[in-house]
């Protein structure tokens, strides 16, 4: 029982903004989708600790699969959430094959080159993406033929939560499983996973492939809910961000990876409108406050406090 | 002809700026083992200095560039000692981050003192201009780069190879442990080291603001060309990144005037095959 | 056919350098064996090249009369043949209980499962259960690796070795780094192991080594120098020699 409260809080949350800011719903879902690209992280990087700055690769990919599909085949919001996931998956596979192979600076370059390319392609091909214009023209039809996408955002909104909703179960079962306790020993031990006869590659790829198709999923949820695609889909900024929200908020637990964005956003959000032109040094503090004072996220935080009050009785 | 020579000239002048800019990353990042995203900022800080320099105080170039380098070299101590002394023993993670969170304050710095425009540096006449090579014009500020960098090159060849500071900084990137053990103060080389690899980097920001100009998100915009240039050379190998800064400039400029369509994926790809082929980089250690 | 391990003949060279020299071994259900000799003698590089780790320049290794020498480190673990490590790599992050699980899910193949629970397989819980009860573990089942002490982690190392049941067992200098005064526990859970598991112990605890096994090995500059009964070995004067120092010379 007690491991659904964590559920029940992020219901009521979520619930609660949509009621407590009604004029920021764009931004409420931009959010959720990010905390969807940001668990697909905390899979591959909280739990089986390969570091990765390439989860833009398959968010772009899932989301212009997605912008084309919608385009060009079917207008159905569901379908094109498949889609893109699966052009995630694609593309986490076939670079899977040889990063999961590599270590330290070479695999991170390795993931940014993976990107760079990627974006360069979309940008050389702009006959079918719309180039740096970006790809436009997305015309949603209905959640499940019923509910419509209005201009305040409350439907894209809430197929957001529902998305989410799904997500954090479907990973918060993989993480229980023997397969995710097997990728928490490749985080801790890679060469004890060897050693007791597991084919940690070939765990490494699968891990890589489910973290892909989630990031493509949010990629794809992203191109649906703002009806364009740019080229910034696949910007470096956007994994490095990823990778800074979900450290904040504390790895390999997935609530880490809620919270971090919700408080990374919140903190960037205001930040940007109190000194559009400054707001950086807030956020390059917020980190740099990260890993010195609260190195196992804010997740953490209550430990650390609590080692803090025994240390001054 | 005229065009693979053009192509070579052109090459190794930009190799020549990524080597100046890389090579300290890649000696702090072979000696320290930390993941520093943040060097291309002090390329930056020379840059915006020089240009503060010669803008606001009406210094001519060498002075200005000088006073830069200097000032880069200075501001460099402190920030070693308080953003990285903490971070060396972290894991590669943290590292990532603290250097990425350090590179946002370094823009956000210039930012607010000088605004998001391009900071220009205006050449002086001597190396503005062009000299005619009989094939083509060559713009006279390559051959100062070209100058700067084989001076860089010996320059750093004789420190290694032939000073006591050389040899203490090889036992300390080596055998860490040893040389701590054998009494060599490792946090004074960890700063020294540190101090020369801005500096470098510095006077390779301000001598090719020509190719890459010179803003506040310069750190960000030309992060993953000077760490391409390490992963690719080898992390704490200089000659390494020689090589790789060389081959990476000449080939970047041959996709450029051969395959003007394809872009910066050619460099990309590049970069993965040799990293593909060589994890470890081209004369990394395994 | 024989049962066991049999190594011929084994070489390995880097470049030059000769680290295995012509070794041959037999390891048989039952067999409790040390292999010792001075730092660098090749003790690593043998049981690298039996478990997979390297591969030999020439020579066999056979298990069961079946050639096992083109088998990857984790084929031969499904084979049966475990080893220890000399520094703990365990799962340090994780639970006594999850360190073991992970080996016995593995062993049964299933760590490629992401929709059921990993503590939900019966069998496996079973076995986890008694291998904490027989390591004497059971009270810091749920208990973080990192937290337990040196001895006790040295304990989870051999239970989760165990934990593949192999009927080839190497353990790698398993008293390493442990206080003497949880040495005992470390002896006593050699004894307790199963008594047809073949079993190697690689070790500088020369007492350790008396007390447990019943053939010794000498290892010297990656050549075999002799093997014997422990009354044999302590009695050979170049045995004697080579730890009581070169300086007599």
Known sequence: MRSLVPFVVMLVVAVAAFYLFPYNLAFLTRVVITMILVLSLDLILGVAGVSTLGQAAMYGSGAYAAGLFAIHVWHDPLAGLAVGAAAGAVVAFVSGLFLTRAHGLTLLMLTIAVTEVLQEIANKFSAITGGTDGLGGIRMGRVLGIWKFD???????????????????????????????????????????????????????????????????AGAMAAQSTALVSLGVYDFQLSAEAMIMLILGGTGRLWGALIGTAVFMTVHQVASSVDPFNWLFVIGLLVLAVVYAVPRGLLGLPDEVKRLLRRLK | MTTLASILLDGVAYGMILFMISVGLTVTMGLMRVVNLAHGGFAMLGGAFTHWAMMSAGLPFPLAALAALIAVVILSVPMERVFYRPIYKMGELPQVLATIGITFLMIASVNYAMGSSLLSIPLPKVMSG????????????????????????????????????????????????????????????????????????????????????????????????????????????????????????????????????????????????????????????? | ??????????????????????????LSPGDRKALIGPNGAGKSTFTNLITGILAPTSGSIQLDGRDIGSLSEAQRVKAGIAKTFQITTLFHSLTVRDNLRLPLLERRGLTARPFRRAAGD???????????????????????????????????????????????????????GVPSSESPLIAEAIAGLPQDLAVLIIEHDMALVFKVAARIIVLVAGAILTEGTPAEIAADPRVRDLYLGAGHG
Do not use: W
């Open chain 1, 151 to 217: 201009f305040v955002g409350r439907t894209g909104y809430i197929y957001a939560v529902c998305v989410l909703f799904v997500v954090v179960v479907v990973l918060k079962i993989v993480i229980g499983s023997p397969f995710g306790l097997a990728l928490r020993g490749i985080g801790d031990s890679p060469a004890r996973m060897r050693a007791i006869g597991t084919p940690v590659t070939r765990r490494l790829i699968a891990a890589y492939t489910l973290s892909g198709a989630v990031a493509g999923l």
């Open chain 2, 130 to 286: 062009a000299v005619d090579l009989g094939f083509r014009t060559l713009p006279t500020h390559r051959l100062y780069v070209l100058g700067a960098g084989v001076l860089v090159i010996v320059g750093l060849f004789v420190l290694i190879e032939r000073t006591r500071f050389g040899i203490r900084l090889r036992a300390a990137v080596d055998h860490p442990g040893t040389a701590a053990c054998l009494g060599i103060d490792t946090g004074r080389i960890f700063s020294l080291t540190f101090a020369l690899g801005a500096g470098l980097a510095a006077l390779g920001g301000i001598l090719g603001a020509e190719l890459l100009p010179i803003d506040a998100y310069y750190p960000l915009r030309y992060m993953i060309l000077f760490l391409t240039v390490v992963a690719v050379g080898g992390m704490g190998s200089v000659a390494g990144s020689f090589v790789a800064a060389l081959a990476l400039g000449i080939l970047d400029t041959a996709a450029r005037y051969l395959f003007p369509e394809v872009g910066t994926i050619f460099f990309y790809l590049a970069m993965i095959v040799m990293l593909g082929l060589r994890p470890q980089g081209l004369l990394g250690r395994a």
């Open chain 3, 1 to 26: 056919m024989t049962a066991g391990l049999q190594v011929r003949g084994l070489n390995k060279a880097f470049g030059g350098l000769v680290v295995a020299r012509d070794i041959s071994l037999d």
């Open chain 3, 122 to 176: 019966g069998g496996v819980e079973d076995e986890v259960e008694s291998l904490l009860q027989q390591f004497r573990l059971t009270d810091v089942g749920d208990r973080v690796v990192q937290r337990l002490a040196y001895g006790q982690q040295r304990l989870v190392e051999m239970a989760m070795t165990l934990a593949l049941r192999p009927r080839i067992l190497i353990l790698d200098e398993p008293a390493a």
